[in-house]
Protein backbone atom coordinates (compact mmCIF):
# COMPACT_ATOMS: atom_id res chain seq x y z
CA UNK A 1 0.00 0.00 0.00
CA UNK A 2 1.19 3.62 -1.03
CA UNK A 3 1.94 5.84 1.72
CA UNK A 4 -0.81 8.22 2.78
CA UNK A 5 -0.50 11.88 2.74
CA UNK A 6 -2.96 14.42 3.60
CA UNK A 7 -2.98 18.08 2.30
CA UNK A 8 -3.99 20.88 3.33
CA UNK A 9 -4.16 23.35 0.91
CA UNK A 10 -6.89 26.16 0.08
CA UNK A 11 -5.64 26.99 -3.50
CA UNK A 12 -7.10 24.95 -5.33
CA UNK A 13 -4.80 24.83 -8.43
CA UNK A 14 -1.34 24.24 -6.11
CA UNK A 15 -3.66 21.39 -4.52
CA UNK A 16 -4.40 19.97 -7.77
CA UNK A 17 -0.93 20.41 -8.73
CA UNK A 18 0.75 19.29 -5.88
CA UNK A 19 -1.92 16.06 -5.50
CA UNK A 20 -1.39 15.04 -9.26
CA UNK A 21 2.43 15.67 -8.88
CA UNK A 22 2.57 13.34 -5.69
CA UNK A 23 0.33 10.68 -7.09
CA UNK A 24 2.81 10.34 -9.56
CA UNK A 25 5.53 9.90 -7.89
CA UNK A 26 3.31 6.99 -5.82
CA UNK A 27 1.59 8.57 -3.05
CA UNK A 28 -2.25 8.01 -1.86
CA UNK A 29 -3.55 12.21 -1.59
CA UNK A 30 -6.13 12.89 0.65
CA UNK A 31 -6.88 16.62 -0.19
CA UNK A 32 -8.49 19.27 2.38
CA UNK A 33 -9.30 22.71 1.29
CA UNK A 34 -10.68 23.96 5.14
CA UNK A 35 -9.21 23.47 8.76
CA UNK A 36 -11.97 21.23 9.80
CA UNK A 37 -11.83 18.74 6.70
CA UNK A 38 -8.15 18.45 7.48
CA UNK A 39 -8.89 17.46 11.39
CA UNK A 40 -11.67 15.23 10.20
CA UNK A 41 -9.52 13.00 7.56
CA UNK A 42 -6.65 12.97 10.18
CA UNK A 43 -9.02 11.17 12.16
CA UNK A 44 -10.61 9.30 9.97
CA UNK A 45 -7.99 7.55 7.89
CA UNK A 46 -4.83 6.11 8.33
CA UNK A 47 -2.67 9.15 7.02
CA UNK A 48 1.55 8.40 7.12
CA UNK A 49 2.62 12.21 6.76
CA UNK A 50 0.27 15.69 6.64
CA UNK A 51 0.89 18.71 4.42
CA UNK A 52 -0.15 21.79 6.04
CA UNK A 53 -0.74 25.13 4.98
CA UNK A 54 -1.54 27.53 7.36
CA UNK A 55 -3.57 30.08 6.18
CA UNK A 56 -6.63 28.41 5.43
CA UNK A 57 -10.23 28.37 5.93
CA UNK A 58 -12.29 27.24 9.31
CA UNK A 59 -9.11 26.43 11.31
CA UNK A 60 -5.81 27.24 10.30
CA UNK A 61 -2.81 24.47 10.05
CA UNK A 62 -1.27 25.40 13.60
CA UNK A 63 -4.60 25.04 15.18
CA UNK A 64 -5.22 21.58 13.41
CA UNK A 65 -2.07 20.07 14.17
CA UNK A 66 -2.25 21.20 17.37
CA UNK A 67 -5.69 19.67 17.77
CA UNK A 68 -4.08 16.19 16.07
CA UNK A 69 -1.41 16.50 18.61
CA UNK A 70 -3.18 16.60 21.98
CA UNK A 71 -4.96 12.91 20.44
CA UNK A 72 -2.02 11.38 20.73
CA UNK A 73 -1.57 11.63 16.81
CA UNK A 74 2.37 11.83 16.40
CA UNK A 75 1.85 11.54 12.49
CA UNK A 76 5.21 13.65 11.22
CA UNK A 77 3.60 16.63 9.17
CA UNK A 78 5.28 19.12 7.41
CA UNK A 79 4.10 23.06 7.03
CA UNK A 80 3.53 24.95 3.87
CA UNK A 81 3.12 28.65 3.94
CA UNK A 82 3.48 31.89 2.91
CA UNK A 83 5.14 33.24 6.51
CA UNK A 84 8.31 34.66 6.65
CA UNK A 85 8.70 35.18 10.73
CA UNK A 86 10.86 33.83 12.97
CA UNK A 87 7.98 33.44 15.27
CA UNK A 88 5.78 31.67 12.86
CA UNK A 89 8.60 29.02 12.19
CA UNK A 90 9.20 28.66 16.52
CA UNK A 91 5.63 28.73 16.77
CA UNK A 92 5.23 25.51 14.04
CA UNK A 93 7.63 23.47 15.98
CA UNK A 94 6.21 24.15 19.51
CA UNK A 95 2.71 22.57 18.13
CA UNK A 96 4.43 19.68 16.49
CA UNK A 97 5.59 20.01 13.10
CA UNK A 98 8.46 18.58 11.97
CA UNK A 99 9.43 20.27 8.85
CA UNK A 100 8.98 24.16 6.78
CA UNK A 101 8.71 24.74 3.49
CA UNK A 102 7.81 27.84 2.33
CA UNK A 103 6.03 28.88 -1.30
CA UNK A 104 6.95 29.61 -3.75
CA UNK A 105 8.51 26.01 -3.69
CA UNK A 106 9.81 23.56 -6.37
CA UNK A 107 7.98 20.17 -6.86
CA UNK A 108 11.26 18.43 -6.35
CA UNK A 109 12.61 20.01 -3.56
CA UNK A 110 8.80 18.85 -1.60
CA UNK A 111 9.75 15.87 -2.30
CA UNK A 112 12.58 15.32 -1.48
CA UNK A 113 11.72 16.57 2.09
CA UNK A 114 8.76 14.18 2.33
CA UNK A 115 10.91 11.38 1.43
CA UNK A 116 13.11 12.33 4.00
CA UNK A 117 11.20 12.68 6.54
CA UNK A 118 9.23 8.87 5.93
CA UNK A 119 12.68 7.65 6.17
CA UNK A 120 13.35 9.51 9.43
CA UNK A 121 10.31 8.45 10.54
CA UNK A 122 10.79 4.37 10.14
CA UNK A 123 14.48 5.05 11.46
CA UNK A 124 15.96 4.03 8.05
CA UNK A 125 18.02 5.94 5.14
CA UNK A 126 16.64 3.20 2.43
CA UNK A 127 13.73 1.56 1.28
CA UNK A 128 14.35 -1.67 3.42
CA UNK A 129 14.24 -2.21 6.89
CA UNK A 130 16.85 -4.58 8.41
CA UNK A 131 14.53 -6.84 11.19
CA UNK A 132 17.28 -9.25 11.85
CA UNK A 133 19.59 -11.39 9.88
CA UNK A 134 18.67 -12.33 6.55
CA UNK A 135 15.09 -10.40 7.47
CA UNK A 136 14.54 -7.40 5.51
CA UNK A 137 11.21 -5.20 5.34
CA UNK A 138 11.10 -3.26 1.98
CA UNK A 139 8.63 -0.20 2.48
CA UNK A 140 8.64 0.67 -0.94
CA UNK A 141 7.68 -3.06 -2.55
CA UNK A 142 5.56 -3.56 0.60
CA UNK A 143 7.00 -7.15 0.99
CA UNK A 144 9.02 -8.76 3.91
CA UNK A 145 11.82 -10.83 2.55
CA UNK A 146 13.49 -13.43 4.20
CA UNK A 147 16.38 -15.43 3.44
CA UNK A 148 15.69 -13.61 0.08
CA UNK A 149 12.38 -15.08 -0.41
CA UNK A 150 10.03 -12.25 -1.10
CA UNK A 151 6.59 -12.96 1.41
CA UNK A 152 4.08 -10.23 -0.33
CA UNK A 153 1.77 -8.45 2.39
CA UNK A 154 -1.80 -7.64 2.89
CA UNK A 155 -2.73 -4.14 3.20
CA UNK A 156 -3.62 -4.27 6.54
CA UNK A 157 -0.73 -6.79 7.51
CA UNK A 158 1.61 -4.08 5.86
CA UNK A 159 -0.31 -0.57 7.98
CA UNK A 160 -0.04 -2.76 11.04
CA UNK A 161 3.92 -3.57 10.41
CA UNK A 162 4.18 0.03 10.18
CA UNK A 163 2.57 0.71 13.01
CA UNK A 164 5.08 -1.33 15.04
CA UNK A 165 7.88 -0.09 13.11
CA UNK A 166 7.52 3.39 14.11
CA UNK A 167 6.49 2.74 17.88
CA UNK A 168 9.40 -0.40 18.68
CA UNK A 169 9.02 -1.14 22.02
CA UNK A 170 6.44 0.54 22.76
CA UNK A 171 3.14 -0.60 24.35
CA UNK A 172 0.38 -0.17 21.29
CA UNK A 173 -2.71 -0.47 22.37
CA UNK A 174 -6.41 -1.83 20.69
CA UNK A 175 -8.00 1.78 20.35
CA UNK A 176 -4.22 3.09 18.68
CA UNK A 177 -4.14 -0.47 16.40
CA UNK A 178 -7.48 0.00 15.31
CA UNK A 179 -8.13 3.54 14.46
CA UNK A 180 -5.12 2.85 12.14
CA UNK A 181 -6.37 -0.38 10.32
CA UNK A 182 -9.77 0.47 9.90
CA UNK A 183 -11.58 4.17 8.45
CA UNK A 184 -14.76 5.30 10.33
CA UNK A 185 -16.68 3.49 8.42
CA UNK A 186 -15.58 -0.07 9.05
CA UNK A 187 -16.08 -2.56 12.04
CA UNK A 188 -12.94 -3.30 13.90
CA UNK A 189 -12.84 -6.88 14.21
CA UNK A 190 -11.05 -8.95 16.91
CA UNK A 191 -10.43 -11.78 15.07
CA UNK A 192 -9.29 -10.43 11.43
CA UNK A 193 -6.47 -8.51 14.39
CA UNK A 194 -5.36 -11.76 15.46
CA UNK A 195 -5.09 -13.31 11.46
CA UNK A 196 -2.85 -10.10 10.97
CA UNK A 197 -0.98 -10.91 14.19
CA UNK A 198 -0.44 -14.04 13.35
CA UNK A 199 0.35 -13.58 9.79
CA UNK A 200 3.05 -11.28 10.48
CA UNK A 201 4.44 -13.75 13.62
CA UNK A 202 4.90 -16.20 11.09
CA UNK A 203 7.15 -14.36 8.82
CA UNK A 204 9.29 -12.28 11.70
CA UNK A 205 8.89 -14.87 15.01
CA UNK A 206 6.19 -15.15 17.68
CA UNK A 207 8.66 -13.36 20.15
CA UNK A 208 8.84 -10.05 18.10
CA UNK A 209 5.10 -9.23 19.13
CA UNK A 210 4.19 -10.02 22.84
CA UNK A 211 0.68 -9.97 23.47
CA UNK A 212 -0.35 -7.45 26.41
CA UNK A 213 -3.58 -9.14 27.40
CA UNK A 214 -6.63 -6.98 27.55
CA UNK A 215 -4.69 -3.99 26.17
CA UNK A 216 -2.62 -4.65 23.14
CA UNK A 217 0.58 -5.45 21.50
CA UNK A 218 4.28 -4.47 21.93
CA UNK A 219 7.01 -5.13 19.15
CA UNK A 220 10.38 -5.77 20.35
CA UNK A 221 13.27 -4.80 18.81
Not at 22 to 33: D, M, P, Q, S, T
Not at 55 to 81: C, Q, S, W, Y
Not at 146 to 168: G, M, V
Amino acid sequence: MPSSILLLEDDIQLSDTVKQFLEIKGYNVHVAYDGYQAEEIAYEKHIDLMLLDVKVPLMNGFDVLKNVRAEGNETPTIFITSLNSVEDVEKGFSVGCDDYIRKPFSLKELLVRIESLLKRTFGIHSDKILLEEGLFFDTKELILIKDEKKIPLKTKEYTLLSLFLKHPNELINYETINKALWTYDELPSSGSLRTYIKRIRAVIGKEKIETIKNVGYRFVT
